[in-house]
C-alpha cells in the first residue's frame, strides 16, 4: 500500500498567508493604538511572541508523511512541507524489511499525531523510529493502521 498527504500543501500555505496578512494587520492596528495605551512596547512584545507561536507551531506541524509498504521492505519518509524540494533539512526517511517490525504506537496529542515503529535488526538490537502523522487523514492512517497490523499478524505467525 502506498500513501500520502501531497493534498494538504496548499491548505498550510494559506495558513501561512493568512498569518502573515493577520501579523500586518495587527501591527497597523498596534500603530494606531499605541498612542492611546500606556505601555505599547508591552502590547507590541504580546503580540509578537504570539504570532511567533503560531508560526512555529503550525511550522512544527506541517510536515509531509509517505508511506510505501509495496514490495519486501517498508519506506516511510517525513519531510518539510515549504522549501522541501530546494533544502531537506527536514528530512526523515525509514527503510526497513516487513519481517523487521514487531511493533508500531499511534500517539494523538493536542496539536501533534505521532506513528512510531518499533524494529528489530538482524543483530536483535531493537531501534524506535518516530514520525510526525498530523495531517495525515483519517481513513488513510486506519489504512495505515490495517496495513501494520497485517504485517505484525504475519510476523508472530512466523
Known amino acids: 500500500m502506498r500513501t500520502n498527504n501531497s493534498r494538504v500543501k496548499n491548505t498550510i500555505i494559506s495558513v501561512y498567508f493568512i498569518l502573515i496578512v493577520a501579523g500586518i494587520t495587527f501591527l497597523t492596528v498596534f500603530k494606531t493604538f499605541s498612542e492611546s495605551s500606556s505601555n505599547p512596547f508591552i502590547l507590541f512584545i504580546c503580540i509578537a511572541l504570539g504570532f511567533a ?3 512555529f507551531i503550525v511550522h512544527f506541524v506541517s510536515k509531509y508523511f509517505e508511506y510505501d509498504s509495496d514490495g519486501l521492505k517498508v519506506v516511510v519518509t ?7 524540494d530546494k533544502f ?3 528530512e526523515k526517511q ?10 508500531y504506537k499511534f500517539k494523538n496529542y493536542i496539536f501533534y499525531k505521532a506513528l512510531t515503529f518499533y524494529i528489530e535488526d538482524k543483530r536483535g538490537k531493537k531501534q524506535k523510529e518516530t514520525f510526525n ?20 499478524k504475519k510476523n508472530k505467525n512466523i
Open 53 to 55: 507561536a503560531l508560526f
Open 78 to 84: 517525513n519531510r518539510g512541507l515549504l522549501f522541501s
Open 133 to 152: 502523522i498530523t495531517l495525515v487523514t483519517r481513513n488513510k492512517r486506519r489504512y495505515i493502521r490495517q496495513s501494520l497490523s497485517k504485517m505484525i
Open 94 to 103: 525509514l527503510e526497513f524489511n516487513k519481517a523487521d517490525l514487531y511493533a
Open 88 to 90: 531537506n533539512y527536514r
